[in-house]
């Protein structure tokens, strides 16, 4: 009797209110990145932003949360570094952890979250109309995500082990800014009175500790991913997988990216109206009076058009590369404040999850004042077409984008149907432009299903929302949660925290609140199933609760899916057809050999007789590594991951199939002296056989001091 309380005594000392293993939690990473070249990249939709190589990995990360007493109760999240979930990716992430590991993992309770980042590899969602730019559905794109992210998820499911949840907040006020203020102050001022600043400021942490320390963490904070410009063409993760690489690296300072068994999530929330870009938005409009003034406030325009009107990141004067550096930073700034404060929550209590599919074309429910409400088919307004300060945003359908893409030339055979008087009435007030929802052919343009989704761990609500939320839509969101958990106690008490998590599962575009619908700026432009969205999500929510309560409870129906878009899909990107070199050239030979000695903070640039990537996508490796020796060995310093290498690839001639290599190394301030040279991995397609083999190039030796 005496020996075990005393030791329950010591654990309590040790673990005051953490108690260390009422969780099993697992965490695990994986390389998700598709072709880095010849490839039409996500987010940005513009037809000329081909990927011409990579600056980082784009990676999934997933995180596991089950109860100990009852393993059963538990929830997989996948935070990764590409755009937006899509209900096909999620599909088969799906049918691959559930044939692993029957009735552990299905529908119910494995979510995937994009970081919303617009620099990663496209042509992976299985709607039409994100495909327009890259040429229809591109398979190895889609195939590297899902890869990737499953082998994210068994890594962590191999790992779940005892520990302990604690959560926290901080404010990161140089983060974020908001890009459609014009639209916010449309919101009633009793509200907006309710609120500090017109975005949300506050990172939410949750910290995962294991029995031999800290583990990782889950971050929610909203900011879009867009500190690298549309005309970047080097793949990359944007700020988040930049505050990710930050914070691994702090974590494991010896371990390459992707490699570490510390994985730190930075989670997207109620992304829609925020922008990096915190400068703010200014006229680049050379030799007109208005240059390098700020845009006009309410349309975002100089002199009356929008295509001159670009954000500026932090790093503007320097480029965006460094603004995506100190966005990123920033971050990693505040998850460590958090992960190093000693004043963090203990989360306790019940993991749930809980999935439905819902029909947002024809939803129909009762709103606040009585009357019965319904969402539209879904439609593009004509604000859509204005894009951001961020970019010409979305999907580019500014006349002249017809000729030069055979993708379009037969889509547009199919161009949408006028609207009918029942849907122009439904969305009203505003104007459609692309009748997505009444266009079917060849399949669906935008979904009409989207997946809801939520899980909770003990205090915490994670809302995996199928859209991008503007700050005030996703604050309704998050308090009409909490209200109606805080009147409805026997769910899970009354001390509750919801946090956002989105874009999720399903690209359903934008959700603004009513108000900023009423301004149709590009978020309400974008809000595609009508001014009613918002309220029913926070109805459809609402009603979901109950899955979430501490008494058990049969998970819902999994009835509904969409249809699967992805079996036979158009795609008329061409595959590889060859790799060959001209006569005297060898496929690494070394074109142009680094010079004999370097400085820190300088950069090397060599250039290799190459061969596309896109005969080998090198999941998991490296396209190049910086070598240094050590003690008369050498060993890997840098690979393709690290923010300071970049890959490029040129093809010099297409009709003979032959191209280069360039890589560069900005050398680290504090890289240690010494001597260092370059490797170059490259696998060139033989055109008679298809055969593909691999070979490396390799610099000669440098010295840096
Ligand atoms: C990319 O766009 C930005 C913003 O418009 C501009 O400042 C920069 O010069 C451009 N970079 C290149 C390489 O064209
Ligand atoms: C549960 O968490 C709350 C809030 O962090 C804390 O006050 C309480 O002591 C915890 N309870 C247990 C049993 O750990
Ligand atoms: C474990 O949880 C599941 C799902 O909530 C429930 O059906 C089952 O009865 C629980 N098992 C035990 C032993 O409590």
Redesign the pocket.
């Known amino acids: 009797m005496f020996l075990p309380a005393l030791y329950a005594a010591t654990l309590l000392a040790l673990y005051p209110s953490s108690a260390l293993g009422q969780y099993l939690l697992g965490v695990g990473i994986g390389d998700v990145t598709g072709p880095v070249t010849e490839t039409n990249m996500m987010g940005y939709a513009d037809l000329s932003q081909t990927d011409t190589g990579l600056h980082m990995r784009q990676r999934s990360r997933a995180y596991i949360v089950a109860e100990a007493a ?1 393993a ?2 538990r929830f997989l999240l996948i935070n990764s570094d590409i755009a937006m979930g899509d209900s096909g990716v999620r599909r088969a992430i799906v049918a691959k952890l559930s044939a692993l590991y029957p009735g552990v993992y299905d529908d119910n309770n494995i979510g995937l979250v994009g970081t919303h980042q617009h620099a990663g590899v496209g042509g992976y969602l299985e709607n039409l109309l994100p495909q327009l730019t890259s040429l229809g559905f591109v398979r190895e794109t889609f195939d590297a995500i899902v890869t990737g992210s499953v082998k994210a998820a068994v890594d962590a499911h191999n790992s779940l082990a005892a520990g302990s949840l604690s959560f926290g907040t901080t404010d990161i006020l140089q983060g974020n800014i908001n890009r459609s203020p014009s639209a916010y102050l449309a919101n009633p001022a009793e509200e907006r009175a309710k609120y500090a600043y017109d975005q949300d400021k506050t990172m939410t942490l949750i910290k995962f500790t294991g029995s031999s320390g800290d583990r990782g963490f889950l971050s929610f904070f909203p900011v879009h991913g867009t500190s690298l410009y549309q005309n970047n063409t080097l793949v990359s993760t944007d700020n988040k997988g930049m505050a990710a690489y930050l914070y691994e690296n702090y974590a494991e300072p010896n371990t390459a990216p992707g490699k570490t068994s510390f994985v730190a999530g930075f989670v997207q929330a109620n992304v829609g109206d925020t922008s990096p870009n915190t400068l703010g938005a200014f006229c680049q409009s050379p030799g007109k009076p208005y240059d390098g003034q700020p845009c006009e406030f309410y349309q975002s325009t100089c002199g009356g058009v929008t295509q001159e009107c670009h954000g500026r990141g932090p790093g503007f004067r320097v480029s965006d590369f460094e603004s995506n550096y100190l966005i990123g930073s920033y971050q990693f700034e505040g998850a460590k404040t958090i992960m190093e404060s000693n004043s963090l929550k203990s989360l306790n209590g019940s993991v749930r999850a809980a999935h439905i599919y819902v029909d947002m074309s024809t939803y129909t429910f009762k709103g606040a004042d009585g009357q019965t409400k319904r969402t539209c088919k879904p439609a593009m307004g004509y604000a859509f077409a204005g894009g951001t300060t961020d970019g010409p945003g979305a999907f580019d359908f500014k006349q002249g984008t017809t000729s030069g893409n055979p993708f379009w030339d037969i889509v547009k055979g199919f161009v949408t149907p006028q609207p009918s008087a029942d849907q122009v009435a439904c969305h009203a007030p505003k104007p459609i432009l692309l009748n997505t929802g009444e266009a079917t052919q060849p399949y669906d343009w935008q979904p009409k299903i989207v997946n809801v989704q939520l899980f909770r761990v003990g205090q915490m609500v994670i809302l995996l929302v199928p859209g991008e939320f503007t700050t005030m839509a996703g604050r309704r969101l998050r308090e009409a949660v909490k209200a109606k958990l805080v009147a409805n106690p026997s769910i899970m008490g009354t001390d509750v925290t919801v946090v956002i998590a989105g874009p999720s599962n399903t690209y359903g575009h934008y959700v603004t609140t009513k108000e900023e619908y009423g301004v149709q700026r590009y978020e309400g432009g974008s809000t595609i199933y009508g001014p009613n969205t918002l309220d029913a999500y926070i109805n459809i929510y609402g009603d979901m609760l109950g899955y979430i309560s501490d008494a ?1 409870r049969a998970p819902p129906s999994q009835a509904g899916a969409p249809p699967d878009l992805t079996k036979n899909p158009l795609s008329l990107r061409t595959g590889v057809v060859l790799d060959n070199v001209p006569i005297g050239s060898s496929f690494g030979k070394v074109l142009t050999a680094p010079s004999g000695s370097y400085s820190k903070g300088s950069t090397v640039t060599v250039k290799f007789q190459g061969a596309t990537p896109r005969n080998n996508l090198r999941l998991e490796e490296t396209f190049l590594t910086i070598d240094r020796q050590v003690n008369g060995q050498w060993q890997t310093y840098r690979t393709d991951s690290h923010p300071s290498t970049k890959y490029n690839w040129k093809r010099t001639n297409g009709a003979l199939g032959y191209s280069e290599v360039t890589i560069t190394w900005d050398i680290e301030r504090d890289a240690p002296s010494g001597t260092y040279r370059i490797t170059y991995y490259g696998d060139y397609k033989n055109g008679w056989t298809g055969k593909i083999s691999a070979f490396t190039g390799q610099t000669g030796s440098f010295t840096v001091s």
């Open positions: 009852n059963t109760n058990p």
